[in-house]
Nanobody, 118 residues
Framework: QVQLVESGGGLVQPGGSLRLSCAAS????????MAWYRQAPGKQRELVAG???????NYADSVKVRFTISRDNAKNTVYLQMNSLKPEDTAVYYC????????????WGQGTQVTVSS
């Protein structure tokens, strides 16, 4: 079992930046894939960005130029640097983990709120 703890959310003005962190602990295997999802009120949860244990990344088109996902394997931590934030980025952001090429995730974090508002 892998435990995930997110941090770094908060209130920021449009155009501002935030960095989210997701610390993983427990039975972490390689290769693995970690990702950030978000869910806005009344909307489905959507993939924001993901990264494999070897560093390959993927992004939603809506964030591709503005957000950067990275990881520190020594610390079992994944980061999401969010720049040029927009009100439509407001959501609860969740971290997720899965081992190898499994179709579903093994673990989810509790979520951290990001609010973009003036």
């Amino acid at each position: 079992q892998v435990q995930l703890v997110e941090s770094g959310g908060g209130l920021v003005q449009p155009g501002g930046s935030l960095r989210l962190s997701c610390a993983a602990s427990g039975s972490i295997f390689s290769p693995n894939y970690m990702a950030w999802y978000r869910q806005a009120p009344g909307k489905q949860r959507e993939l924001v960005a993901g990264i494999t244990s070897s560093g390959r990344t993927n992004y939603a088109d809506s964030v591709k130029v503005r957000f950067t996902i990275s990881r520190d394997n020594a610390k079992n931590t994944v980061y999401l640097q969010m720049n040029s934030l927009k009100p439509e980025d407001t959501a609860v952001y969740y971290c997720a983990y899965k081992t190898g090429l499994r179709p579903s995730y093994d673990s989810w974090g509790q979520g951290t709120q990001v609010t973009v508002s003036s």
